[in-house]
């Protein structure tokens, strides 16, 4: 982050701006907005300023800005015409450790003005970091459609209600009731106007929550979410759901770090990934840990890169979770085939060349790869391995041995659907030799068939390198 997004509380609290146009206007009116006692130094004022004078919304000194103007300030801004004295404002803010915001130029401001979605008690501030003002306006825009002036009642509402709900429950449970409390029927009532019925709704609820937190011990559950091939923006809206609700996540190493700054901030976190010959911790240890948290009542979160069903051993985890009584729930992900192939532009079907695709794991074991070998060289079919990184050269031989054109195309993509992707397009004969040379780490996937061929046309994602056989 270039800022620390924080909500400073200047309500009866002393703030400068220094300048007399139409942009000092505008962050005066802002900082009266939220309570701050304003100050404003300039020789001259504008229509608006000077209008705000006269009302009593703000006092005035109507002279230039000279450096000891800052003591006894808890903010100043920066708001003239002229580069000099912004400077000068800026250089005698920071020396006075006050913080200082100088309009139209990040590089000297210690806080920026975000744009705000005003719904109060509920703010949102969304920022560029003074990189792209328009961006922020923009974004600020949506999100004034998105959120209803209700929202604004519903947080004053449960504000009202919060000494009661701390009260009676701890903080683990009050979460809880909390999250459950804004899945209901409760913020309907209360943005509809029905406040009492909500207060009735919430006293049931919270009575409930007591009893269930005093009497009971309470089981928790697992969610099992396919974290998608690395691009955040490929997780379903459900998994956001429950990612934003979770106490613990179990996450393997092809899970993002895009996608774990998704999770829950205040959320354990629990690195339980994998790799060839090296096992952080065994599948047996993960089922275990999944149902001792679950049994501590914790709602557990185990995030798997591409789909939990697909090479990601999610049924074993299940079958640990069903034969102790733990409740549980999938999340399917877009499975790395369908993600990086779709961001490389190669259909895994396609009515001229594949009529069907076949998904294989290509790991070592050792020293050599269990594959059906003839099922993978049939005509008019895709062929997608995972995990062939390793054992790519005895592939490729395998595949050739059994009856696979030397020429047929292929693609080993790295890192799909993120930044980083690149794809390198060879055929089966060349291939080994082209990686070799080409420093390619995992996670990687191979697509093998005709379909490859109409990556040069189809490809849409940039974000990476594309690499071709020379012709």
Known sequence: MDFLPIFLDIRARDCLVVGGGAVAARKAALLRRAGGKVTVIAPELCAELA???????????????????????????????????????????????????????????????????????????????????????????????????????????????????????AVGARRRFYEDLLEGSIPELVMSGREDDAAAALQRDLQAAVDESTHSSRIGQVSLIGAGPGDPDLLTFRALRLMQRADVVLYDRLVSSSIL????????????????????VRQE??????????????????LKGGDPFIFGRGGEEIATLAAHGIAFQVVPGITAANGCAAYAGIPLTHRDHAHS?????????????????????RPAQTVVIYMGLSALELICQELIRHGAR???????????????????????QNLPTRVTGSEVHAPTLLIIGEVVGLHRQLAWFRGGRDEWAQD
């Not at 700054?261 to 952080?280: M, Q």
């Not at 695709?357 to 060289?377: Q, Y």
């Not at 030397?406 to 089966?428: F, K, N």
């Open 406 to 428: 030397a020429d047929m195309p292929v693609a080993l993509i790295e890192q799909g659907t993120r930044p980083s992707q690149r794809v390198l397009i060879d055929t089966l």
């Open 285 to 302: 240890e993960i089922n275990e840990l999944l149902v001792s948290l679950a049994r501590e009542g914790k709602h557990v979160v185990r």
């Open 357 to 377: 695709v076949l998904f294989v794991a290509g790991h070592l074991r050792n020293g050599t790869v269990d594959i059906d070998w003839p099922a993978l060289v």
């Open 261 to 280: 700054d998704l999770v829950r901030r205040d959320a354990t976190r629990i690195y339980v990934g994998k790799k060839r010959d090296y096992h952080t």
């Open 51 to 169: 209008t705000a004078v006269d009302a009593g919304e703000l006092a005035v000194c109507a002279r230039n800005f000279v450096a000891a103007d800052v003591a006894g300030f808890r903010l100043v801004v920066a708001a003239t015409d002229d580069a000099a004295i912004n400077h000068e404002v800026a250089a005698a803010a920071d020396a006075a450790s006050v913080p200082v915001n100088v309009v139209d130029d990040p590089a000297r401001c210690t806080f920026i003005f975000p744009s705000i979605v005003d719904r109060s008690p509920l703010l949102v501030a969304v920022s560029t970091s003074g990189a792209a003002p328009v961006l922020a306006r923009s974004l600020r825009a949506r999100l004034e459609t998105l959120i209803p002036a209700g929202y604004g009642r519903l947080a004053e509402f449960l504000r009202r209600m919060r000494p009661e709900v701390k009260t009676k429950l």
